[in-house]
């Protein structure tokens, strides 16, 4: 009984943390090179991707100087971002996102 109890909330928070917890990759089509493949592969949030290129207002609304750019959203509210360096590269990896989106899911208990 305790380990479908254990099942079935481990359930409901992995559910609640991904609602709760938003990746946006932004890139523009003209740094396709440069492109974070990886990113599709986090687990525990939801993933978008944004090309800035055809709509620089969304570089603008969310502070985007340099790209790829990662932002991680909690609550709709930016709590981590990871920024290109000056050759467009990120040099942040996988596993380093995907430590800092598990350290904010486990923080919600």
Not at 46 to 74: C, L, Q, R, S, W
Not at 89 to 100: D, G, N, R, W
Request: charged share 30%; with cysteine.
């Amino acid at each position: 009984m305790r380990k479908v109890l254990f099942l079935i909330s481990f359930f409901l928070i992995s559910f609640t943390a991904k609602a709760q917890l938003k990746v946006i990759h932004f890139n523009a089509s003209w740094n396709d090179a440069n492109k974070v493949e990886w990113v599709s592969k986090l687990k525990e949030c939801d993933i978008e991707f944004m090309d800035i290129a055809p709509n620089p207002d969304i570089a603008k609304k969310y502070g985007v100087v340099v790209v790829p750019t990662i932002i991680i959203f909690e609550y709709d509210e930016e709590v981590h971002r990871y920024q290109a360096d000056l050759s467009f590269k990120l040099s942040a990896t996988k596993e380093e996102v995907q430590e800092y989106i598990d350290e904010l899911v486990l923080g919600d208990f």
